[in-house]
């Protein structure tokens, strides 16, 4: 079976060559196992670059016994993907964590809260994306691992301050840090080397003036990038952010159920977007590809029931049955 390698999974491939640093390069390697297609046709990939993990923090648990080095962060991905959640000081990225997800990160009125990385769960529907509140981007001070853990990450949230008078330059230094830091945002289409899926958050919208600074960042934007206005505080749009944020992921949801019982609709498998039925099956156990003879699948490009054939591309929300 071909590997049919991502752009995402080549392009954290790169980064890993040309990484120098053991930190740059353990980034790059849990990159690449979260972006590589996972089917019988990557297997020896996948073990391979698991080996190359642990080889790389054996080491540096050893290298730790040593004299201190400055400190690393790599937040364990949990849930259907993992979001970055950047932005310039006092964005309110940290207040925007704990009203979608719970999660209780320090938030106070002066800019640099947030030191370390600081993951919540948010939901989506019946998902969980796991997003996580990182140190401001700002030429002042930024921890030299703040940009592998967004590189590190599926996706990212660039979130601006819609109650700040200085919106522009913040917006233009933000940006520029990011490319400098070879992250272009793009919109939910990444795929060159450097390039990152972005969404672009405009909070406080209910801030004085907020509207006319959200023309204002309308216009200094890149048209491709999604903008979405939302308010912490009031909650204004945080379902529509909640939505956003997992396509940002590029996958979807998929349904099995067994031939004349009803699908399971409350635990759906999330794979990436583009994959073909034997690929679904794959992922569902490698057992049902290798013996597939044919698959029924009820969705909104189907009639109910419908028989397709192996290279039939599922969409989110799909039901299939899978006939070995």
């Not at 049919?4 to 790169?14: F, H, I, M, S």
């Amino acid at each position: 079976m071909p590997a049919n390698l991502t752009p995402d999974y080549r392009a954290a491939e790169l980064r890993f060559r040309e990484a120098v640093t053991p930190d740059d390069k353990l980034a790059a390697l849990q990159e690449m196992l979260s972006t590589i297609p996972k089917h019988k046709g990557t297997e020896k990939m996948q073990a391979d670059i698991k080996k190359r993990i642990a080889k790389l923090k054996a080491e540096s648990q050893r290298q730790s016994k040593g004299p201190k080095r400055r400190p690393s962060y790599y937040v364990e991905r949990e849930g259907a993907g993992q979001v970055a959640l950047v932005g310039p000081p006092n964005s309110g990225k940290s207040a925007l964590l704990a009203a979608l997800s719970g999660a209780e990160p320090e938030v106070a009125p002066y800019p640099f809260t947030t030191r370390v990385p600081q993951p919540g769960m948010v939901r989506y529907e019946n998902v969980q994306v796991q997003v996580v509140d990182c140190p401001p981007l700002s030429t002042q001070f930024m921890p030299p691992w703040l940009l592998n853990v967004v590189r590190a990450a599926d996706a990212m949230v660039i979130v601006f301050d819609l109650g700040d008078d200085d919106l522009l330059t913040q917006v233009d230094t933000t940006l520029t840090l990011l490319r400098e830091g070879r992250l272009e945002p793009v919109g939910e289409t990444a795929g060159a080397t450097g390039q990152k899926r972005a969404l672009v958050v405009a909070n406080k919208c209910d801030a004085p003036d907020a509207a006319e600074r959200l023309s204002l960042l309308m216009e200094v934007l890149d048209p491709r990038l999604t903008l979405l206005c939302v308010s912490a505080v009031t909650g204004q749009n945080l379902d529509s952010l909640r939505r956003e944020v997992f396509a940002l992921l590029g996958k979807i949801r998929l349904y099995t159920k067994v031939p004349g019982k009803k699908p399971d609709l409350d635990s759906p498998f999330v794979i990436r977007a583009g994959t073909t039925i034997i690929e679904a099956a794959a992922a569902v156990h490698k057992d049902i590809a290798r013996d597939l003879k044919y698959a029924r699948v009820w969705g909104r490009q189907t009639f109910e029931g419908q028989m397709v054939h192996r290279d039939y591309v599922v969409e989110d929300g799909d039901v299939v049955e899978f006939h070995v």
